[in-house]
């Protein structure tokens, strides 16, 4: 009987390129990457304009066996810490609850990011030809699983084992009226899902995951240990064991396309796209978290920025590879100022708008404003002395009647939400490289922060359609916006963010901020 | 305290306040700068810990006087001039049992840099891999 044109393939193949007798891992990995696989008809939901070599390698030369091994080496060495010595010492408990309340945050949203990846690496797995570039894709799908697991069970522990669960368990249903979460989706969903599979490879693993992760999910760690949580480093440090493949997987996406003319024309402007959209979100929202949420201070956010950003990641990433044509970010001069100033303009307005949140802050003590004026000159007469002024009239106490958005209105200063980044700023009262902009398209006003966004937002304003809370809820009393967004605890009736972590404070109900009678309106409507 | 300049605190980061600031928006500072340098993050386990202390701080100090070692809490962050290098043959040897390359990353947490394995060896460069020069298959007999 005559043989399949495949199995005949197969044969000789085999013939030419017989099987190793040992099972070294090494030996295995080129053995299986010699079967060059044709993948032209290739699709991918969103096609690149690049093209990717077929010839690219996988540096880390993993088959499944050796991956599976570690992995669970990985996990066992996690879950056992976690389930029995941080048990026992009942670490949850022993956590700072300002930092209890940032990891709501932190792990919560990173879990968002893990999950798109998955779908991110998957279309680049469509788009490579390269069978080792493929292995290398393929390894990341599998850990983005593992990551969102992780992260998840992070907050699930927190929740059972610690102090006010509210916010640790299912924070995603505030998810319509957090102030954050729309530019947590763009950074973390969008930019790494949606668009050509190359340029979300570059937001994905060559800024998000090779410049921010850093910051996000090695240095976190420090300011964990710093303020008593012990479960974080366990989880993150396990899962940034994974990124440094992740990071290699974008420098040979990079390596891939290196000898495409396209590359020359487009790469240079798809880096600083992407290199906008990951530091407009990541550098005030983790600067935030980090000071703003801690009450033992590591170092200033604006050196944990300057060193694993600008320094190396700049330098021994972008830097390394100018003579390849790479070029520095254009937008990083705006970008080094936000990540002086952004997160003190970020948590001023989240702290205005604390009730549509699903975690606690607490303003600076004296002690912590005389660290901000050290550290960042000038911060008192910005910052330091609205919220003197915001204490005083009662900003924590339920029966003050006071929320700190008041002191926007009286003083004329409005808030307003970028369309690109969906990130709140306020252009009258910030120190960050923000400036308002109104561009109108189909009978719609579109606010910007900055040309970058903008110039984004120029190419293809149908991607930028989201509405923001301004929009959304205008003319609604917030009380009743909370209530509809399940922003309360299990009783119904008390907000699941409060503006202290005080434990014998009072905390505010939905009928507290009913008598203040708070109703949204759109900046952009008075313009 | 490492007067090295690959030191965690070294240069900008000795600076407070405002001498801090200067520097950091200094016309020179508005674009990146190329490096040599690498970075490696390791977090701390038994094995990981004995790597540090035996071998890149103990027998192969020798081998690379710039590399630094910096306790941050549930890692270790080094950083050194050109590349680092961890042969995990020499690991099983000092550890009494096999310890392969992929036993080493199970702890390996991040990279800056090009890293890379070829049989037990862990390596992160500064070299640009794949563009200025070949990554390397295994060879066999």
Redesign the interface.
């Known amino acids: 009987m005559a043989i399949s044109a495949a199995t005949k393939a197969a044969t000789d193949a085999l013939a030419v390129n017989r099987a ?1 007798v040992s099972v ?4 295995v ?2 053995w299986m990457q010699s079967f060059t696989w044709d993948f032209e008809k290739n699709r991918t939901k969103y096609s690149t304009k690049y093209k990717m070599a077929n010839d ?2 996988e ?4 088959i499944a066996k ?1 991956y599976a ?2 992995e669970s ?2 996990d066992e ?1 996690q879950f056992g810490s976690l389930q029995d010595v941080l048990t026992r010492v009942d670490a949850a408990n022993r956590v700072h609850p300002k930092w209890n309340e940032s990891m709501k945050v932190i792990s919560n949203f990173l879990e968002v990011g893990e999950y798109n990846a998955i779908a991110a690496t998957g279309m680049l797995w469509d788009s490579a030809t390269a069978p080792e570039q493929k292995n290398g894709y393929l390894g990341q799908v599998l850990d983005e699983i593992r990551h969102t697991n992780q992260c998840g069970y992070i907050n699930y522990y927190f929740a059972k084992q610690g102090q006010d669960a509210a916010g640790h368990n299912d924070a995603r249903r505030t998810r319509a009226i957090g102030p954050l979460w729309k530019g947590m989706k763009r950074v973390f969903s969008d930019g790494f899902i949606s668009g050509d599979a190359v340029e979300c490879s570059i937001n994905l693993q060559l800024v998000g995951e ?1 410049c921010f ?2 910051p996000l ?2 240095a976190v ?2 300011w964990a ?2 303020n008593g949580d012990e479960m974080t ?2 989880v993150f ?2 899962i ?2 994974d ?2 493949r992740h ?2 997987n974008g ?2 996406t990079v ?1 891939s396309i ?1 000898n495409d003319a396209a590359a020359s024309k487009y790469l240079n402007t798809d880096l600083n796209n992407a290199f906008w959209t990951q530091q407009k979100y990541f550098t005030p929202v983790l600067g935030m978290m980090f000071e703003y949420g801690s009450h033992f201070k590591v170092e200033p956010w ?2 944990t920025w ?2 694993w950003v ?13 003579k ?1 044509g790479v070029q ?2 254009a937008s ?2 705006d970008a ?2 936000d990540a ?1 100033w952004a997160h003190h303009d970020l948590f001023m307005l989240a702290y205005a708008l604390w009730p549509t949140g699903f975690f606690r802050l607490t303003l600076p003590t004296a002690e912590e404003a005389e660290w901000y004026e ?4 000038g911060w008192y007469d910005m910052y330091g002395k609205v919220y003197e002024e915001w204490k005083a009239r009662g900003c924590e106490d339920p029966n003050s009647g006071f929320l700190p958005l008041q002191w926007f209105i009286e003083n004329n200063h409005p808030i307003y939400i970028d369309r690109v980044s969906q990130v709140p700023f306020c252009p009258s009262y910030c120190k960050g490289a923000s400036t308002l902009r109104v561009l109108e398209f189909n009978g719609k006003k579109h606010s910007f922060s900055d040309q970058w966004g903008e110039r984004m937002w120029l190419s293809e304003p149908e991607r930028y359609e989201c509405q923001n809370i301004f929009e959304q809820y205008e003319g609604r009393e917030l009380s009743e916006v909370i209530a509809e967004g399940h922003g309360l605890r299990s009783d119904g009736k008390t907000l699941i963010s409060q503006p202290h972590t005080n434990k014998d404070g009072k905390l505010w109900t939905l009928d507290d901020i009913k008598k203040i009678n708070c109703v949204f309106s759109d900046p952009l409507k008075a313009l | 305290m490492s007067t090295s300049s690959n030191a965690y605190g070294a240069g900008i980061m000795a600076k407070t306040g405002k001498a801090f600031a200067d520097e950091y928006f200094s016309e020179e500072n508005q674009t990146v700068h190329e490096s040599n340098e690498v970075v490696l993050v390791l977090k701390k386990s038994d094995e990981i810990n004995s790597v540090v202390h035996e071998i890149l701080l103990g027998d192969r100090k020798a081998d690379n006087p710039t590399l630094i070692v910096e306790d941050r809490a549930g890692y270790w962050w080094l950083k050194a001039t050109g590349k680092i290098e961890v042969d995990c043959t020499e690991v099983s040897e000092l550890l009494g049992k096999h310890f392969s390359v992929y036993d080493l990353l199970v702890d390996v947490s991040s990279t800056i840099g090009r890293a890379y394995t070829l049989g037990e060896t862990f390596t992160i460069t500064s070299e640009l891999m794949g563009l200025d020069v070949k990554l390397q298959d295994l060879q066999t007999a």
Not at chain 1, 310 to 322: A, T, V
Not at chain 1, 374 to 377: F, G, L, R
């Open positions: 190793p070294g891992a090494q030996e990995h080129r690219t390698k540096q880390f030369k993993l050796e091994r570690m080496v990985k060495r090779a992760t850093n999910i090695v760690t420090e240990s710093a480093p366990t440090l396990s940034e064991t990124e440094l990071m290699a420098y040979q390596v290196a604006v050196k300057n060193r600008y320094e190396d990641w700049g330098g021994i990433w972008i830097g390394r590879l100018g390849y520095s970010p990083l001069r080094k100022k002086y050290a550290n960042y000159p």
